[in-house]
């Protein structure tokens, strides 16, 4: 029963009509009629259409994104692009500041499409400190379906070389094959690390080396003043599932630092990459945790004299970069890696992994996720951080199950200058067998260290079932002389403000509250590897057993629970006729007649 004309108004799609913002009206074609430019009415079932330049500084999210030839849609601040199905690229999505495109799990980057996505990110400038990145984007230009988009890599993706690098104006970066040049990235410092065993496993590349993504790469800064030197992407966005063919060239051998295959690889996406379902996504692949190389001091290109080293992070949490081993075998400073990682790899960051069997290492849409760097907070896992300062294990995501963590910080007072971080994990959801994800190996192993044990294994991070009250968790100390150390608990999180937290030194008897003391806890050390020396426990129970007949005075016993021994120290040499040991029944379980006067006795 209409009968006069009316205006055609649906918004099939969105589209604007001018250059502006937009949050305009006058932007959008009808923008009196819908609300499209009201950024808290975000239609997350739209599509739009940009025909023109246009700006935001909010966030958007979209069934459907297409901007025209030669047209742009800037987005100012840290905001987010969020696309679930369509993205039509034939003019400039520009992200700015921290702003992220995040495409889901069913969105597609339409083929034909010839635009560009540009995304800045920020590295050392020292022109003698790596950075280790990963291209969010590959060259430019129309690409052909082919049958492998449905069961493999998406055919849509393509390589990445370092000369489609800018400035951040857009100009061209210049390269050089000097060591260092104000201004210009050396190529003599860039290289990839592919399956690779040994030192020699580096392999050299130039500015035109094609990369594949996901494939990460090293680079020094060009020396320009600051702490900081942004650099500009441009090109076609990758998207969807990417896989990469690794071979554990290394085998299972004897010896970790020789045998153990390492790929370098670098977050293949223009948003933050949550690096829990990462490691979930390539369980029997890879070892379960990330490295992150991180250099702090030190101006030299001489590799003995770096200072740096890989920290690292699973889904337990992660630690501190400590000081890397030389080639040569020298420990080339100090152990005080200054950043603590996220669970989130922001745009452009590279990072290391363990091969432990051929196979395909693989991204997808459904580890992307959108978290400003901005938003990290003190703590790992609320913010993507190109290597930020943090200090512990923060909150879940939402629906996850709680880790608890104590985080212990071993440093020298007097002897060579060492520093180690270790995170301690508890949950019902871990046990005290190896739990994939959650652990992480000692890969860089001090004269003066402490470490967790887990079997032959080394570890600085591990995992273990719930606290209770007569767990105990054991510490190996090594010790090259007579010194003093430390042990401070640095930080905890979820655990319960009652929890009480010691470390029992069983040389001495002595627990030291370390829930409530201000200061470390300092003692000495005779040189040598100590494996029964120190335990985290959770209650001095196990004490009232050792004081309920204590006729010999001079005597002190522990049990070490990990190698299920009853250690006696006898120091003064005290003779002893016999060694009888009763349980709580009144049973005796154990009689020895032939004990001899001693130092150190197992039984």
Known sequence: ?????????????????????????????????????????NKDWSIVLVKNDVTTSSSHTNLGLIVDTDKSLVVNGDNKIENTYYLELNGTLDLRDDSQLVQGLRSDLVTSAEGKVKRRQEGTSSQYRYNYWGSPLGSLGATPLT???????????????LGMLKQPGGTDIEFTGALDAPGKISVFWLYTYINGVTYNDWGSMDANTPLGPGIGYTQKGTGVAGTEQQYLF?????????????????????????SKTDYLLGNPYPSALDLHQFIDDNAGVID???????????????????????????????????????????????????????????????????????????????Q???????????????????????????????????MQTIRLEFSSVDGPQTRRELLLGFSDFTTEDFDYGYEAKNTEEGDDDLNLVFGDELMTIQAYSAITDDKAVP?????????????????????????????????????????????????????????????????????????????????????????????????????????????????????????????????
């Open 1 to 41: 029963n209409i009968n006069t004309l009316q205006d055609q108004t649906a918004p099939m799609p969105y589209e604007t009509v001018a250059d502006g913002d937009w949050s305009s009206e006058s932007t959008w074609l009808y923008g009196n009629v819908w609300d499209i430019e009201d950024a808290s009415q």
């Open 147 to 161: 049958d492998n988009n449905t069961v493999g890599n998406n055919d849509n993706n393509s390589d990445f070389n």
């Open 234 to 258: 441009e090109g076609k966005p990758n998207n969807g599932t990417i896989v990469i063919d690794v071979t554990d060239t290394g085998g299972s051998g004897s010896v970790p630092a020789v």
């Open 288 to 366: 379960g945790t990330i490295q992150l190389w991180q250099q702090w001091s030190g101006d030299s290109h001489i590799l003995n004299e770096y200072n740096g080293g890989y920290a690292q992070v699973n889904k337990t949490g992660s630690v501190r970069a400590y000081q890397f081993v030389g080639i040569e075998g020298a420990n080339n400073g100090s152990q005080d890696g200054t950043k603590t990682p996220s669970r989130y790899l922001p745009v452009g960051q590279g990072f290391m992994v363990e091969v432990i069997a051929d196979g395909e290492v693989m991204f997808n849409n459904g």
């Open 368 to 402: 992307r996720l959108f978290v400003k760097e901005a938003d990290h907070d003190g703590t790992y896992n609320n913010g993507s951080i190109f290597f930020k300062n943090g200090t512990g294990q923060g909150k879940s995501q939402e629906g996850e199950d709680l």
């Open 475 to 603: 510490l190996k100390l090594t010790a090259s002389g007579d010194y003093n150390y430390t042990i401070a608990l640095t930080g905890t999180d979820n655990i319960d403000e009652g929890q009480q937290i010691y470390l029992r030194d069983n040389l001495t008897g002595e627990y030291h509250d370390l829930s409530s003391s201000e200061q470390p806890i300092e003692f000495s050390s005779e040189a040598g590897e100590h494996t029964d020396r120190f335990e985290v426990v959770f209650s001095q129970q196990s004490q009232t057993l050792s004081e309920m007949d204590q006729e010999i005075e001079d005597l002190r016993l522990y049990y070490a629970m990990g190698r299920k021994k009853i250690v006696v120290l006898n120091p003064n040499g005290v003779g002893i006729a016999q060694i009888s040991v009763t349980n709580i029944l009144g049973q005796r379980v154990y009689q020895n007649g032939n004990a001899y006067p001693g130092s150190y006795t197992e039984y």
